[in-house]
T-cell receptor, first 109, second 118 residues
Framework: EDKVVQSPLSLVVHEGDTVTLNCSYE??????LLWYKQEKKAPTFLFML????IEKKSGRLSSILDKKELSSILNITATQTGDSAIYLC?????????FGDGTTLTVKP | DTGVSQDPRHKITKRGQNVTFRCDPI?????LYWYRQTLGQGPEFLTY????????KSRLLSDRFSAERPKGSFSTLEIQRTEQGDSAMYLC????????????????FGPGTRLTVL
């Protein structure tokens, strides 16, 4: 059974802080790992990672995959209140994509 | 707007009734997924299609749930004899599964259908 575990479950920081969110996985026939941001609606796509060690960046967000450790991290620098959301990690295997339960990030002014 | 649409956006029904949801994926996407999400949980996989073929169905899914994707375009998810435990957000996502692993697998969600079973 494919499995995705995210940590921490929740995180409270102040504006300007840097955060690191973790995702570890066990999946058959790994193809890719996806990060999403979810506010009070459906998840929105952030990053797709397939290769170890190659950082993907989008503004203040960045992510990297470690296939040896079966894990990925999502970094957010200079956090803003608008970053408050649930961050979901999903892994695409040979068939279905499996989601973790997410990390709830709260950024206080 | 991701290009994936779902209808209806909200559905309130009485226990025991049947409901059907529709998903229209991005046209060039070959895979279509259905998920269910409840508060505090990540999306839970229900089933997925590659073109018109239903390739996998969650073992957690009861026989009251059925999904179709005729002609490999839109998909429908039907829940028969709804129960209060079926109340959740039902999400559809479409994915362009790249043939080359060096290209991008991109998966986009529709807005979801929120089901409330009274």
């Amino acid at each position: 059974e494919d499995k995705v575990v995210q940590s921490p479950l929740s995180l409270v920081v102040h504006e300007g802080d840097t955060v690191t969110l973790n995702c570890s996985y066990e999946v058959t026939n790994f193809r890719s790992l996806l990060w999403y941001k979810q506010e009070k609606k459906a998840p929105t796509f952030l990053f797709m990672l397939t290769s170890s060690g190659i950082e993907k960046k989008s503004g203040r967000l960045s992510s990297i995959l470690d296939k040896k450790e079966l894990s990925s991290i999502l970094n957010i620098t200079a956090t803003q209140t608008g970053d408050s959301a649930i961050y979901l990690c999903a892994v695409v295997g040979a068939g279905k994509s499996t989601f973790g339960d997410g990390t709830t990030l709260t950024v206080k002014p | 707007d991701t290009g994936v649409s779902q209808d209806p956006r909200h559905k309130i029904t009485k226990r025991g009734q049947n409901v059907t949801f529709r998903c229209d994926p991005i046209s060039e996407h070959n895979r279509l997924y259905w998920y269910r999400q409840t508060l505090g949980q990540g999306p839970e996989f229900l089933t997925y299609f590659q073109n018109e073929a239903q390739l996998e169905k969650s073992r957690l899914l009861s026989d009251r749930f059925s999904a179709e994707r005729p002609k490999g375009s839109f998909s429908t998810l039907e829940i028969q004899r709804t129960e209060q435990g079926d109340s959740a957000m039902y999400l559809c996502a479409s994915l362009r599964l790249a043939g080359d692993l060096h290209r991008t697998d991109t998966q986009y969600f529709g807005p979801g259908t929120r089901l409330t079973v009274l």
